[in-house]
């Protein structure tokens, strides 16, 4: 049985012992479950469409979110000659583009569908999938010349997607090629050695670009609700011949990419975190997948029947180093998580046994009291792995630095767990606490 088999037959074990749960608990174990299993065990690429006419750079966006030559970039002419779904893959994901015809181009590309327009071409393509979100793209420089032609077509893709998915999707605006923005000199990806008030005449330059794309969509009665944010970027990069790149300009493509995660439905945010490889975007999502699991494993053991929390305890923790192992790039097997765990003083074999079983034992000598504890010792452990394993594997510290993060976290995650039961009245918290980091996320 592989992990995500066995992960999945541990999680609807666990919606069976919530009879034992009580309520409140077994409430919020029920959507913390939900949550995990569309993060860890539903996971698919995310999909967006790209619409914007010939040479606004949607070629160029899909390298500059892979960071290699995955799109073929049209110099002299369109390149993209129907509306289709491309899953576009790199070393660390895939990512499904709708990668459309430009919307008012000057010639059809070579093997288009000659009485299709661009839109219908577009609408053709959209009824194999839904979306996630729509990213229309114009080049900086051009949000005066003839948009509305193109917000013409975003508005008719949108209505396609409405009518077949049922959905409103949202939608992004990026301006690029804002490398091209006067005064053209001053290098956005480099800003240190620029002069600081020609910097800033260009920031400024770029942000009332945005600030009039902004306007013209919420224009659009169409439009409005969907429309999300307007964000200049620079996607320029070039590669020699074989291979090797010679420029990368990329500028505010991190800011982009953290804009669409929070469009994504949670089943395709960790295959765009691992892919983006942005150490923010992996935190953020490794300490929501720690928060989501520290959760399920506190109400496990509220359960109250003895020793039943051992197994789906030590999984869940299992599952959520490999999880975050995956989150930052890499594929981890259940030895390399068991190594880890024993690293940071989290051991996953006798003495794990040991513990589970001291806390089962609380339980059977004082039931109410021993449940109380059991909750906060599993909470507060699940937590602190959690925290270890984002700072080594996402943030690159040693073992022995993630071995101080698991216990200072540990620490912590327990006395907040027992602050907040002290403050309901003796009762079992029926929201397990965060600290304080956690609120700021």
């Not at 012992?17 to 913390?32: G, K, S, T």
């Not at 330059?205 to 306007?215: A, K, Y």
């Not at 996607?235 to 990419?257: F, H, K, P, V």
């Amino acid at each position: 049985m592989t992990l995500r088999e066995e992960l999945i037959e541990k999680s609807l074990r666990l919606e069976e012992m919530l009879d034992r749960v009580p309520e409140p608990v077994a409430r919020q174990m029920r959507d913390r479950i939900g949550e995990f299993r569309e993060l860890l065990l539903e996971q698919r690429p995310p999909r967006f469409v790209l619409v914007g006419r010939r040479g606004a750079g949607k070629s160029s966006l899909i390298n500059a979110i892979f960071g290699e030559r995955i799109a073929e970039v049209g110099h002299e002419k369109a390149t993209t000659h129907r509306g289709k779904w491309w899953s576009y893959a790199g070393d660390l994901g895939t990512v499904d583009l709708l990668d459309t015809r430009g919307i008012q181009e000057g010639t059809t590309p070579e093997g288009a569908e000659a009485d299709l327009t661009p839109v219908e071409s577009i609408a053709a393509a959209l009824e194999q999938k839904a979306p996630d979100a729509v990213v229309f793209l114009i080049k900086a420089k051009e949000v005066d010349a003839a948009i509305d032609g193109d917000l013409d077509a975003l508005t008719e893709v949108c209505e396609h997607i409405r009518r077949l998915h049922h959905i409103p999707v949202p939608v992004v605006a990026v301006a690029t090629h804002c490398d091209e923005v006067e005064p053209k000199n001053v290098r956005l990806h480099e800003p240190e050695g620029e002069r600081d008030d020609d910097l800033q005449e260009k920031l400024e330059r770029i942000e009332r670009i945005e600030q009039h794309l902004e306007r013209k969509i919420r224009e659009r009665d169409e439009l409005r609700d969907q429309f999300v944010a307007a964000h200049g970027v620079s996607t320029y990069q070039s590669w020699r011949r074989d291979g090797t790149r010679r420029a990368d300009e990329r500028w505010r493509i991190e800011e982009l990419l953290d804009f669409l995660l929070d469009e994504l439905p949670d089943q395709a945010r960790v295959e765009f975190v691992r892919l983006s490889q942005v150490k923010a975007m992996q935190r953020r999502i490794a300490d929501r997948l720690t928060n989501i699991v520290s959760t399920i494993c506190g109400g496990i053991a509220v359960t109250p029947v003895p020793i039943a929390d051992i197994g789906p305890i030590t999984s869940l923790q299992m599952s959520l180093v490999t999880g975050i192992g995956y989150i930052s790039g890499r594929r981890l097997e259940v030895k390399t998580a068991t190594e880890f765990l024993g690293a940071i003083g989290a051991n996953v074999g006798a003495a794990v046994a040991l513990r589970e079983a001291a806390r089962a034992l609380a339980k059977v000598v004082t039931p109410g009291l021993g449940s109380v504890i059991s909750a906060a010792v599993a909470y507060a452990g699940t937590k602190a792995i959690g925290r270890a394993a984002s700072a080594y594997f996402i943030d690159g510290v040693d073992v022995k630095k993630a071995r101080k993060i698991f216990k200072s976290t540990k620490k912590k995650a327990r006395k907040a767990f027992e602050r907040s039961e002290e403050e309901n009245d003796g009762e079992l918290p029926v929201a397990f606490p965060y600290d304080e980091e956690d609120q700021q996320q």
